[in-house]
């Protein structure tokens, strides 16, 4: 009975640990690298990871549930670990990869964390995926240029955002390496900068949504 915490705690620090490591990985793998708070997840994030699978040809769609967006304020975010725990229930599909890879990591910056698995991975062809509100923000990431240098990157269409995504600074600055849809396929094999904008899924859901409506 008295060691009854201590087990639950030695278990959950396990856990843990594991979900902050970095998930297999083979050489030649197309893996997208989809962050977000996850706050909660929703039936979009996983809609537009399936889209991607398909449109963008990967083997795999890495949720990288981010210990905390730079950009927004956290502190009612719940811990990484519950947000992780929702991911896996809705990914639902073995190609959907929820991971607290960044915690372990110890980074918060997307280009500090894609710097370091396209360093510790050459062989693999990661891509970052994004919707279309996060492009109209994208030139305030920190070092996004450099960002932008180091992986392709599927834009994909977001219902709200998709008249002026393409008319948005790093959209403008990033506009001659946008390569047709038509040839999205080839986009992991790509040399960066390249990136592609992803029409097809106009979801109007947000975790905003469900947080105002208390789902989550
Ligand atoms: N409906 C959607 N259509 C396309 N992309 C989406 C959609 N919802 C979320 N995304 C994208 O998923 C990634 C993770 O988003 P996030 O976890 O912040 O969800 P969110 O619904 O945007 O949350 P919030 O409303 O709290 O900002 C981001 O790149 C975001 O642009
Ligand atoms: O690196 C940055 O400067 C940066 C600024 C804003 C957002 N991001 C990342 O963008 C992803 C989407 O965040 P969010 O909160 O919109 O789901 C998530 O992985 C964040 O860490 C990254």
Same mark, same amino acid.
């Given at each position: 009975m008295?060691t009854e915490?201590a087990?639950?705690? $030695? #278990?959950h620090?396990?856990?843990?640990?594991?979900?902050?490591? =970095?998930?297999?990985l083979?050489p030649?793998?197309?893996?997208?690298?989809?962050?977000?708070? %996850?706050?909660?997840?929703?039936?979009a994030?996983r &809609?537009v990871?399936l889209?991607?699978?398909?449109?963008?040809?990967?083997?795999r769609?890495?949720?990288?549930?981010?210990?905390?967006?730079?950009?927004?304020?956290?502190?009612?975010?719940?811990?990484?670990?519950?947000?992780?725990? #929702?991911?896996?229930?809705?990914? #639902?599909?073995? *190609?959907?990869?929820?991971?607290g !890879?960044e &915690?372990?990591l110890?980074?918060?910056?997307?280009?500090?964390?894609?710097a370091?698995?396209?360093?510790?991975?050459?062989?693999?062809h990661f891509?970052?995926?994004?919707?279309?509100d996060?492009l &109209?923000? %994208?030139? #305030?990431w920190?070092?996004?240029?450099?960002?932008?240098?180091?992986?392709? =990157?599927a834009? =994909?269409? +977001?219902?709200g955002?998709?008249l002026?995504?393409?008319?948005t600074? *790093?959209a403008?600055?990033l506009?001659r390496?946008r =390569?047709?849809? &038509?040839?999205?396929g080839? !986009?992991?094999? +790509?040399?960066a900068?390249s990136? $592609? %904008? !992803?029409?097809?899924?106009?979801?109007?859901?947000?975790?905003?949504l469900?947080?105002?409506?208390?789902?989550?």
């Amino acid at each position: 009975m008295g060691t009854e915490p201590a087990t639950r705690d $030695v #278990r959950h620090d396990a856990r843990g640990a594991a979900d902050r490591r =970095i998930p297999p990985l083979a050489p030649g793998l197309r893996v997208g690298l989809y962050g977000g708070s %996850f706050n909660p997840p929703h039936a979009a994030h996983r &809609a537009v990871s399936l889209l991607a699978l398909k449109r963008l040809r990967l083997d795999r769609v890495w949720w990288l549930v981010t210990p905390g967006n730079p950009l927004k304020d956290n502190h009612a975010l719940p811990p990484l670990a519950a947000r992780l725990d #929702r991911a896996l229930a809705m990914a #639902r599909h073995p *190609a959907l990869v929820p991971t607290g !890879l960044e &915690a372990g990591l110890g980074t918060r910056f997307t280009y500090d964390t894609v710097a370091t698995l396209v360093r510790r991975y050459p062989q693999v062809h990661f891509v970052w995926l994004m919707g279309a509100d996060n492009l &109209a923000s %994208f030139h #305030r990431w920190q070092r996004w240029k450099d960002l932008a240098a180091l992986l392709p =990157i599927a834009v =994909i269409d +977001r219902a709200g955002c998709s008249l002026n995504a393409t008319a948005t600074p *790093a959209a403008i600055a990033l506009g001659r390496w946008r =390569i047709d849809e &038509a040839d999205a396929g080839s !986009l992991a094999d +790509r040399p960066a900068p390249s990136w $592609v %904008f !992803l029409h097809g899924l106009k979801s109007p859901l947000s975790s905003t949504l469900l947080r105002q409506r208390g789902v989550s």
